[in-house]
């Protein structure tokens, strides 16, 4: 079953900025659900190879939604060019998606 809802996956540098983040984007109804997992990013900024540990936000919202909880994740995020990509939930239990997508305003 098709579905419009996606997973929003961005990255930050510490627990705090996850906690801020996730208050932000709940509070404005932009996903309905958060998970955090903390990781090492490898990768190339300004011709150098590095290596952080960052906090990886797997969010759960709709497509409707997306462009305005990009505009948020901007606007609250620290990082100059941070990560934020979208991926299609092309199927799920119908009454998990049906939560979901009553859970996010467009």
């Known amino acids: 079953m098709k579905s419009n809802a996606i997973t929003v996956l961005t990255t ?10 996730i208050k932000v984007l709940l509070e404005s109804r932009l996903a309905a ?25 797997i969010i759960k919202s709709t497509n409707e939604a997306y462009s305005r909880l990009e505009r948020t ?4 995020h620290e990082y100059e060019v941070p990560q934020i990509v979208a991926l299609p939930i092309e199927a799920g239990f119908r009454p998990y998606l049906n939560w979901l997508k009553q859970n996010v305003k467009p």
Not at 12 to 21: C, K, R
Not at 33 to 57: A, M
């Open 33 to 57: 659900c958060i998970q955090t997992q903390n990781i090492g990013s490898h990768y190339v900024w300004e011709g150098k190879v590095c290596h952080d540990k960052e906090v990886l936000l």
């Open 12 to 21: 930050v540098s510490n627990e705090q900025q996850a906690d801020d983040l």
């Open 73 to 76: 994740i901007i606007a609250n």
